[in-house]
């Protein structure tokens, strides 16, 4: 009974979430498309102006290259404007792009490969163009299906298309960014400490995370991941509901993301949460493993459970087989089908190197040098007593994106324009681990041998 007892809680909490996002999904669905067709043409227009290839923005930085991927920016605007206001439920399920009622002749379904291999199709800049042009409108015949993700952004896209156009959601959103990200590491310097909080910001520094969160597509991961950070460093103490709080999160992050960066919505909140246990000098090495994998399996669980939900849904709503496809996919993206390239993992290491530069490598080198520098100039006259239970975590948690890479080699090889930026995980939580080893955390770490 015990044991039944938090896991029907569990389940409680991701039915009345799932209702949730269906409720959201049909009231957005239901806005009418003339008050988004204005914005959306605008917003048609700035992609068009700004991509340099079909695709992608590319701006070489004073720091590194950066890339934006439009491709998917421009697929969720498309998705927003090819919804069929009359069918509220089916249109939020479906997901349909380049679709406009009594016009669109051919609908393809959702299939496990994604697009169709035409040109038309693969540069969405420009069939997002043609689809709010009603001169260009008319050659739009066919379209297709996403139906295998929630495509929750359009709870926040979809009205904000009503007031304004792609580039103010585009600054809107980096402002939203930077204050969370400000309130966080002001939380992190009164209740965690000073290092901890100015490495946080290093690690956004070194990563160029200002860039990226340009993108909507890759925006509502960070944000996420923030207002998790937020909330743990405000309710740590409470350790029995962490499980609960990490299915929540889980289950969020799929709502919202396109499989971009999940994992530093679960792998920043937990660093987080062990620096709150450590400050706080609760727990030990076997209690912080014991802790770690009941959040990671929490927040699978919320991940996967509400996942898996969406499909069976679409299957059991609008008559697909998005199951099958689904699935058939996840297991394309790891490799492991006949028609997927199983790549070899020093390639995909080497892909997300590419697009990380040497320039960040370089800086996070320096960096641990100066920590550890740092260290030996602070502890010069003194011995430190280091246990080992105290950084170690932070050393399995550095190593997550790699696992992540491994895993999902074909993912993260083909969209390793924004998966390299999984390594701001492993850069801060490498940063901590040096900052736990020297004693920077807590002055009476330094102890003094006679």
Known sequence: MKIWKPVSKYLYVLVFLIIIYIILGIAVSAIPNKLISENSKKSSEYLIENKETPDVIERNTSYKREYIFNYTNALMLNTAFSIDESKPLESFLIDRNNYIPNITEILNEDTQYGLPNNSYYQNQVEAYYNLTHKDRGSTVKESYEYARYWHGYLVILRPALVFFNYANIEKISMVCFVILLIICIILMWKKVDKMSAFLFFLSFIAMNIFYSAKSINEIACFIIML?????????????????????????????????????????????????????????????????????????????????????????????????????????????????????????????????????????????????????????????????????IIYLIIAVLPFIWYFVLKNHSVVYARYTHRLMLISIYSLWIFLAKIWGFDKEDRIKGYK
Not at 230 to 256: A, C, D, Q, V
Not at 275 to 293: H, P
Request: proline letters at 2%.
């Open 227 to 391: 207002i998790s950070s937020i909330y743990i460093l405000l309710r740590h103490e409470k350790t029995e509901h962490m499980p609960l709080i990490f299915i929540i999160i889980g289950s969020i992050t799929n709502f919202f993301d396109l499989l971009t960066l999940p994992l530093i919505t679960f792998a920043i909140p937990a660093c987080i949460y062990f620096l709150m246990n450590a400050k706080d000098e609760r727990g030990n090495l076997k209690e912080s493993m014991i802790l770690f994998i009941n959040f990671a399996l929490a927040w699978v669980l919320g991940y996967g459970i509400t996942w898996i939900v969406k499909w069976v849904l679409v299957d059991l709503i609008c008559n697909r087989n998005v199951t099958d496809i689904a699935l058939k996919q996840v297991i394309y993206r790891m490799g492991l089908s006949a028609g997927s390239k199983d790549f070899n993992y020093g390639y995909v290491l080497s892909e997300n190197k590419k697009y990380l530069g040497n320039q960040v490598i370089y800086f996070v080198a320096i960096v641990s040098v100066a920590i550890m520098g740092a260290g030996i100039i602070r502890n010069r006259n003194t011995r430190l007593k280091i246990n080992p239970s105290e950084f």
